[in-house]
């Protein structure tokens, strides 16, 4: 079965909200049953909803979804002075389904597990660091590496996230960066690494990159070039885009952009998620924005474009065409 769309997820976040303020009446837990077998895809958007609040919270888990409001509402007995972290449970279920923190993605242990790495930043932190060999590596929002030198070898280890690397020169030491979907070899180079977990993006600014995948596949590419991989096959090469490198400076240059597209690459530096409506996904956008204040952004967007804001729940927002 498809995944569910985005009304019946805010359908399903609403239920959720309902049975866990502590107020539910038998009405409204009758009405929830009767929406839940109304369709598998309202199973469906309530068992994603359900799931990835678990995370944040332990309740009883159950097979049977017909006694799953009992539980919440029994649960809530114990969490009505917790109001405020429920709006945040629930931004975080409906977020962890349609936005950069999908349930797949596994974002919660990787936020817990990048606490154990050599060098890590949060969402929306970035960080620039100089290794022992002179090489320079700027992290961008919630990335994670491990650093291991050697006298035969300088590697990285990219966890998750995003990176941008400038190598110095070690004509005896080769400089390599692992991923989950293979290596890359720099020779004396400065490239971005960004890891989407179903595949790797590499752009090349200066210098030269290997790749060799999980099962080798084998490409190099030169100054200028980007590519991206997984373990399996390596896609064609693509013009590098500078503007993209102005990250390090905490901008998001569009250069002929989707709205979409912008967004998408916005969602990656806060914790809460904007969603855009497809009317207005296509829409072309120009000009320089600071990812440490999407409330700006949104503002900029919205004096330039045909879109409005819609706050939906705390920490989601929706775009939507304006009405005006």
Known sequence: MADPTHKTLEEAAEWYAILRDGHASNEHKLSWREWLDASPENKKAWGFVEKISHNFESLQQTPDPHTTAENLYTANQRLRQRRRLLSGMLSIAVIGFVGQLSWNRKWLPNSVMAL???????????????????????????????????????????????????????????????????????????????????????AVYEGSVSVQTNNAQQAKLQQGERTRFNANQIQPKHHAITARQAWRQGLLVAEDMTLQELIAELN?????????????????????????????????LTRVLPIQVRQVFPGWIKLEPSRS
């Not at 497809?278 to 409330?295: M, N, R």
């Open 116 to 202: 154990a790495t050599d060098f890590h930043t949060g969402v929306g932190q970035q960080r620039n660091i100089t290794l022992a060999d002179g090489s320079q590596i700027w992290l961008n929002t919630a990335t994670a590496i491990n650093v291991d030198f050697t006298d035969q070898q300088r590697r990285i280890q990219l966890l998750h996230g995003e990176i941008y690397i400038e190598t110095a020169k070690d004509p005896n030491r080769s400089f390599v960066v692992d991923t989950t979907h293979g290596r890359l070899t720099a020779l004396g180079t400065q490239f971005n690494v960004l890891n989407h977990q179903k595949d790797i993006e590499l």
């Open 268 to 300: 990656r530096y806060q914790h809460g998620y904007i969603h855009i409506s497809d009317e207005i996904a296509q829409l072309k956008v120009y000009g320089s924005f600071p990812l440490s204040d999407p409330d700006r952004v949104l503002a900029m």
